[in-house]
């Protein structure tokens, strides 16, 4: 399969900060990249469709404003959770489906925030 | 109604057995289906497609399509303690997008 890199793997941060995540499609072009949440044993979440040169597309209830999200390339895409608070620790991972037509997602390793 | 639906269990299997995992999905016209292994602590891991009706077979894994009935599952043989982990169903809606609706999954025990 694919390869999705996420770039940290763990973060810990004071609340009140901003934590930057990337997401790297390594060996082929991603022109869309999502973002999921997912909390302890529960189901992954949909937070937003990143768009490569274009405006990240949200899911009902996601804060833009809060959770910032630039696909500068077709290989990379950023998450930034701005002025984090403990509410948004959680498990992090971005997917990308392979290019030429080809629906297969493939996630990347995921991130694990924890803000105290 | 969830658009995609899995039984939560845990699915208690043991060693060498074969389990069953099943979802139903609500949008009728869906044509593309997933199932995703994710173990604890980890991301999902994508080890079947299929977007046809009937059997789809790969190693100890079968993947079965029934669109009349809007049901897909998912057959492990031989099942081994390693199986353990949580599988997900996901769906591709028919629209132009690449996005997924994934179900809550299914944990499976393989008891040695």
């Known amino acids: 399969g694919a390869v999705v890199s996420q770039h940290p793997s763990r973060v810990i941060c004071k609340s009140g900060t901003s934590v930057k995540i990337e997401c790297r499609s390594l060996d082929f072009q991603a022109t869309t990249m999502f973002w999921y949440r997912q909390f302890p044993k529960q189901s992954l979440m949909l937070m937003a469709t990143s768009n490569e040169g274009s405006k990240a597309t949200y899911e009902q209830g996601v804060e833009k404003d809060k959770f910032l999200i630039n696909h500068a390339s077709l290989t990379l895409s950023t998450l930034t959770v701005t002025s984090a608070h403990p509410e948004d620790s959680s498990f992090y991972i971005c997917?990308?489906?392979?290019?030429?037509?080809?629906?297969?997602?493939?996630f990347g390793p995921g991130t694990r925030l924890t803000v105290l | 109604q969830k658009e995609v639906e899995q039984n939560s269990g845990p699915l208690s299997v043991p060693e060498g057995a074969i389990a069953s995992l099943n979802c139903t999905y609500s949008?009728?016209?869906?044509?593309?289906f997933f199932w995703y292994r994710q173990y604890s602590g980890k991301s999902p891991e994508l080890i079947m497609s299929i977007y046809s009706n009937g059997d789809k077979e790969d190693g100890r894994f079968t993947a079965q399509l029934n669109k009349a009935s809007q049901y897909v599952s998912l057959l492990i043989r031989d099942s081994q303690p390693s199986d353990s982990a949580t599988y997900l169903c996901?769906?591709?809606?028919?629209?132009?997008?690449?996005?997924?609706?994934f179900g809550s999954g299914t944990r499976l025990l393989v008891r040695p």
């Open positions: 997917s990308a489906p392979l290019a030429g037509g080809r629906i297969e997602q493939f």
């Open positions: 949008d009728r016209v869906s044509q593309s």
């Open positions: 996901a769906v591709k809606p028919v629209d132009s997008s690449y996005k997924l609706i």
